[in-house]
């Protein structure tokens, strides 16, 4: 996902050749936006952010909002000094996994080697599509005008002969663009980027590198590899020489093993109140469960997050002895992840789960129907007769709640949507 704004002016064009560039990247454009403008047409033009109303971070702005300098993963509140005629919606993370499915399903039309990397884009290996579809360029266009058409949802097509520069073509292709880099202008094109361009590179990477006098891609490509590993590390130095050469020998990889599924919360009062935390994670719960069984996984093992009001970062994890994709088991292991974790007299201001340890699951999904038969272990059946209404009905029909029973296990019982306390 770009964080830049708007770009004006016509975008630099690097040549014409097709022939050796079968792989492209299909990146959304301000995706989480862009469905929220979907169902609320009259906000189109305006500054719309998607995320908390205080807290929290920045999970999607429009270009209308970027203008202002806002960004992704920005503060909230910083976003809301920076643009404080913005329109801010709370984040819907059902509608934004079912638009995913359906541009997933779209770009699976087009070839069978589509490799999904977030919930807003993916790689595809359109060789083999030419004869039917016709040159990359012509594929890429084909894209945007169905996912426009049918899902009315910008996206930008990055096209090049490696995924890294198809990925950086994307990105310069915004908003609702398509960029092709030519193999014989792969290294001219690297060498015009800063550093920071490179895949990896973050600030700290970034500020390594300055530090030895490499600011941009065309230093580091002219640096001695021994000089990139003195600053960032033998096996990552290694690695953005060759990017800032061009050579990417990864493979469009169709089937994507996911290592980890989860959810948190920026609380909207930082609390030490057990109670109140516990009712986050039975509801992170659920939702990191929905997830599980949407995707047929189970997971070994249950992952907490605890952050401070100091902004402290703590992580527990608990090994379950068997796999699971219920809230209940979820849930539970978490609150007592929870009541072993020393905040040392801190508030938390967000609490994340997350279940890992993914392996298939062997059981087939209830129907409605079967849902009722006493036939099927209560707490599962439950949760997918939720399933089930959420499909029907919508992903706000039916919220989990949480008691405690004999046992001081958690359960997940049926409650009317409202909002998270």
């Known amino acids: 996902m770009s964080r830049g704004p708007l770009r004006r002016g016509p975008r630099p064009q690097w040549g014409s050749d ?39 971070v920045v999970l999607a702005a429009t270009y209308e909002a970027r203008a202002f300098g806002v960004h992704s993963a920005m503060p909230m509140s910083q976003a809301r000094r920076m643009c404080p005629q913005a329109i801010v919606l709370p ?17 699976g039309q087009v070839t069978a080697l ?77 060498h015009s980027l800063p550093v920071g361009s490179l895949w990896g590179v973050g600030e700290r990477t970034e500020a390594a590198l300055a530090r030895w006098g490499i600011a941009t891609v065309a230093q580091l490509a002219a640096s001695e590899v021994t000089t990139v590993q003195r600053a960032v590390g033998k096996v990552a130095g290694a690695h953005l020489h060759d990017l800032a050469w061009g050579r990417d020998p990864r493979p469009v990889t169709p089937v994507r093993q996911e290592k980890s599924i989860g959810a948190e919360s920026t609380l909207q009062e930082d609390t030490a109140d057990t109670s109140v935390l516990e009712t986050h994670l039975v509801r992170l719960a659920d939702r990191t469960a929905t997830q599980l069984r949407e995707r047929g996984l189970v997971a ?18 608990r090994t379950l002895g068997v796999p699971t994709d219920t809230a209940r088991e979820v849930a539970h292991a978490a609150r007592e992840l929870l009541a072993g974790v020393d905040l040392a007299g801190q508030a938390v201001r967000l609490v994340g789960v997350r279940a890992e340890g993914l392996t298939a699951s062997t059981m087939r999904p209830l129907t409605l129907e079967e849902s009722v038969d ?35 296990r958690t359960s997940t019982i049926l409650e009317p949507p409202g909002e998270l306390s």
Do not use: N, W
Not at 18 to 45: K, Q
């Open 18 to 56: 097709e022939s050796h560039c079968g792989i492209l990247h299909v990146d959304m454009d301000a995706f989480f936006a862009s469905v929220e403008l979907v169902r609320r047409p009259h906000l189109r033009g305006r500054p719309v952010i998607v995320g908390g109303e205080s807290r929290g």
């Open 91 to 107: 984040p819907d993370q059902a509608a934004y996994r079912a638009a995913s499915v359906a541009v997933m399903a779209i770009l």
């Open 114 to 190: 589509v490799e999904k990397v977030s919930v807003d884009e993916a790689f595809l290996d359109v060789s083999g599509a030419r004869r039917r579809l016709g040159s990359p360029t012509v594929i890429a266009e084909q894209i945007r005008e169905r996912v426009r058409r049918e899902l009315d949802l910008p996206c930008s097509v990055g096209i090049a002969s490696t995924k890294f520069v198809a990925k950086l073509a994307s990105g310069m292709a915004k908003p609702d663009g398509v960029l092709l880099i030519p193999q014989a202008a792969t290294v001219p094109f690297l």
């Open 300 to 317: 070994r093992t249950v992952s907490l997050k605890v952050r401070s009001a100091d902004f402290r970062t703590l992580t527990r994890s």
């Open 374 to 408: 006493d036939g099927h272990a209560p707490q599962r059946r439950a949760e997918q007769a939720m399933d089930e209404v959420r499909r029907r009905f919508g992903a706000g029909a039916v919220r989990a709640a949480s008691v405690v029973d004999a046992t001081s």
